[in-house]
């Protein structure tokens, strides 16, 4: 298997090279990279390059008689500049079904804001497989997959919306690691691209300048949107692939979206070295003003990850961690703080887990045939973070999103998950709604959920956090965790944003980057709702919860799943997944059982073995 690895790695690096698409379009291949190239050439954006990004999108705007702000991010989330033209207006939090309740309606939040949720989630969703953008992201969050789709299950990312908040104590608040936070999380709204050069991401656009901040309801047509081709422009000469794009990336064999049009009306090349008709603002604690910034190279320990070299167990793995900035590893494997789990059993099932990683056939990366490239994460049962690997090339935003499956898993299989969440305050946006009427509703579908210790996985909590119940059975009355989908959007989804909604507008108003997301420990870095996540068990006591973000959702179950399997028999200490008879899927709800894990039906590279999670 390390074999398999190494090869990889080699052809990785042998492949990169090659040049960033010109002024007169997109490069129509990736020069190679697969994974490696950022660590054999570590990258990044001039303050040149910075200001021509911004200067040809400030140049299609005016074409177009726009007015708008730009936001430029690095690949950990820095953000390098935000330049607001002169007379450019805010903007209205919108799903476009005229629901209330959540971030719908909210016109309070300052355009940067927006713009750098945009740039981030380009950055962020991508790497060198897959080129993702914030249309890619509406596509992929909404009820049904594709949206409009009547009939269909949820996307596959529903709920990543709310992650890698300002909140978060994932997030680094050091100069320039990252990962970063992003004021509104991850955006769907199109108009955030992520920008490359030779093939490494090198961070993201984001523009505002429509005065909606909303998604695409309907994929079947092609919107000229006036935020995307603004970010079209700016991203001239750094444009995504072509064959990494997400429009050649599919999912339960439907196809992404990348780009609806690209019929920019300015030339790129005639573009000033700088931009004008505005200037550089302030974005609170995430930009201050007064001119573009270079970025950071990924794979550097400035930037955040980095190889980890002096783990013996994570030998040959591939094995990244994140760095403080200054050489120290932020998640090093410890041994629990309840005493529950050795530092010896964390970091077997974190190289387990990744062992699974390096064998496992990607879903979202192009070429075919490349391993799955994820974020590794291990709580303890007072949501400690125990350890956090990666493998080298995968996307940012899977680091926030791996800690918050593993305690979402945790809290909910909490005889006490009830007690902690009705002591919460309710609500305050209006409509106000009070937390304990999601556990009332848990217990009334469930009886004794929350109190009795059965076992969530990340997918059984996500089967019941859906505005239909079964999911994608439009009409049906909502799982217990959502709101009624009369009163459901991505902007307004139930208990995962009436957790930390406060905090997210409350800190964008204060211009601050402060945290907890929620004053209960397991949703510090708030909840998560899709699939990845599964508690830790030695015999019938769960000591701890893995997480796992990235890939494909069954890629990710898979390797939480298998990789704590596979560590409990290497180890022999009794650690383990929860007995069958305590998990989830022993319950019966509307439509037939609860979902524990979904692993693929023939995952692997190396073998042509088939189901291999059953029996487990």
Not at 147 to 155: A, D, F, L, Q, V
Not at 475 to 497: D, E, I, K, M, Y
């Amino acid at each position: 298997m390390i074999r398999i690895v190494v090869l990889l790695l080699v052809a990785a690096l042998a492949g990169c090279g090659g040049g960033a698409g010109g002024d007169g379009g997109p490069t129509l291949t990736a020069p190679g990279c697969t994974g490696g190239c950022a660590a054999a050439t570590p990258t990044a954006l001039t303050v040149a390059e910075v200001n021509r990004i911004l200067s040809q999108a400030v140049q299609e705007a005016l074409a177009r008689g726009a007015l708008g702000t730009i936001a430029v991010v690095d690949r950990p989330g820095n953000v390098l500049a935000v330049f607001k033209m002169t007379g450019a207006g805010g903007f209205t939090i919108s799903g476009g079904r005229g629901v209330v309740g959540g971030l719908e309606g909210v016109n309070i939040v300052p355009p940067e804001y927006a713009a750098i949720s945009k740039a981030i989630t380009g950055a962020y969703l991508s790497s060198e497989g897959n080129a993702f953008s914030t249309r890619t992201a509406s596509q992929i969050v909404q009820e049904n997959f594709n949206p409009g789709e009547t009939g269909s299950p949820g996307g596959p990312l529903f709920g990543v919306q709310f992650s890698s908040l300002s909140c978060s104590d994932v997030v680094a608040t050091g100069p320039t690691a990252g990962p970063k936070p992003s004021p509104l999380g991850l955006s769907a709204d199109p108009g955030g691209l992520p920008l490359y050069k030779n093939g490494i991401v090198v961070g993201g656009i984001g523009v505002i300048a429509d005065g909606v901040y909303g998604l695409d309801l309907d994929i079947r047509d092609v919107d000229h949107d006036l935020d995307e081709l603004i970010a079209v422009a700016g991203a001239r000469g750094f444009d995504a692939p072509v064959n990494r794009r997400a429009d050649h990336i599919t999912a339960d064999g439907r196809t992404f979206r990348y780009v609806d049009s690209e019929a920019i009306v300015s030339d790129p090349a005639a573009a000033p070295a700088a931009p004008g008709s505005g200037a550089f603002i302030s974005a609170g604690a995430y930009y201050a003003g007064g001119g573009a910034r270079a970025g950071v190279a990924f794979s550097t320990a400035a930037s955040g990850f980095r190889l980890d070299a002096t783990t013996p167990e994570f030998s040959g793995l591939g094995a990244y961690v994140l760095d403080n900035g200054a050489g120290a590893n932020r998640f090093p494997p410890i041994a629990g703080s309840d005493g529950l789990l050795t530092q010896a059993e964390v970091t077997r099932i974190m190289a387990e887990a990744m062992r699974i990683a390096n064998r496992a056939r990607a879903q979202i990366r192009q070429p075919l045939g490349l391993s799955a490239q994820v974020t590794i994460s291990v709580v303890d049962t007072n949501a400690a973070i125990l350890g956090v690997i990666r493998t080298p090339d995968a996307p940012i935003f899977g680091t926030d999103v791996a800690i918050q499956k593993a305690r979402s898993a945790l809290l909910f299989t909490k005889p006490n998950a009830a007690a902690l969440l009705n002591a919460l305050p309710p609500n305050v946006f209006p409509p106000t709604l009070s937390i304990s009427t999601y556990v009332a509703s848990m217990q009334a579908l469930i009886p004794g959920a929350l109190t009795n210790g059965i076992a969530y996985s990340n997918r059984a909590i996500g089967n019941l956090a859906r505005p239909f119940l079964p999911d994608g059975i439009n009409g049906n009355g909502p799982g217990p965790l959502s709101r009624p989908f009369a009163q459901w959007s991505p902007f307004a989804v139930g208990l995962q944003l009436d957790l930390v909604q406060a905090k997210i507008v409350g800190n964008i108003l204060a211009g601050t980057n402060t945290g907890p997301c929620s004053t209960v420990p397991e949703a510090a870095n708030g909840i998560q709702i899709f699939p990845g996540s599964v508690p830790i068990y030695r015999g019938n006591v769960m000591v701890g919860a893995i997480g796992v973000s990235g890939d494909g959702i069954d890629q990710d179950d898979m390797v939480s799943f298998l990789g704590l399997a596979n560590a409990g028999i290497a180890l022999g200490t009794g650690i383990a997944n929860a007995p069958a008879a305590q998990r989830a899927d022993q319950i019966a709800v509307p439509g037939g059982q609860l979902r524990y894990v979904n692993c693929p039906a023939a995952p692997f590279l190396d073998t042509a073995a088939t189901n291999v999670c059953d029996g487990i």
